[in-house]
């Protein structure tokens, strides 16, 4: 398949540092397509390998790995991913930053573990909805990912310990930063309907979307990375 090739969008003020946060299971490995294309948009790209194998280690280990990686870093912009839902607002809690963008991402509410989260949101008979619809629940991940690059993906993944999983979110409320939701229209694991309500009713915004199944930055790198520099060049 041919894809389409865009031109790096025209840098509105100064460069910023992206910071990529990983989901369950994963490494800073889900962002080596994304994390080049944003640097040839003159960015710095930091992103985070989180403590998840780690039996101790709960939420806000998480979000201190992100804010040990980000150092003296400034004008943030934080993006993340499936679980990284949980960590990234609790890094907002911790540094300034300019924009939070979740991708794919669990939205939780204050004192909700990530265990909980699955049925508060009504999320298995959404699954099972769009199994069905699809006619396999074997490929929910990495069914636009090419191949190779789908099998190299299922190699990396990492364990997800349960610490982190069952520790209520400990914010009292969402952290005051702009805040965007980047929806993909073709995620089997979140299904877009099911997800346009649990953000209306969690962030009260209408989430963008885009083409592409829950592993967008696998699938579609360079046109996440043009979403995100649209999200950050609208701050002004």
Known sequence: MVRARYAPLEIV????????????????????????????????????????????AGLWDYADAVVEAVAEATRLVVVGHSLGGFTAPLVCARVPVDLLVLVAAMVPAPGENASEWWAETGHAQAFREQCDHDGSDDAVYYHDVPAELAAEAKRRERGQTEAAMVEPWPLEAWPDVPTRFLLCRGD????????????????????????????????????????????RAELG
């Open 188 to 231: 089997r694991m979140f299904p877009a309907e099911w997800m346009r309500r649990i953000v209306g009713e969690r962030l009260g915004v209408v989430p963008d979307e885009m083409d592409g199944g829950h592993y967008i930055s696998l699938s579609r790198p360079r046109e996440l990375a043009d979403r995100l520099e649209r999200y």
């Open 13 to 56: 003020g100064d460069p910023s540092t992206y910071v990529l946060i990983h989901g369950g299971g994963g490494s800073a490995w889900d962002w080596h397509l994304v994390a080049p294309e944003l640097r040839a948009r003159g960015h710095d790209v930091v992103a985070v390998d989180l403590p998840t194998e780690d039996e101790s």
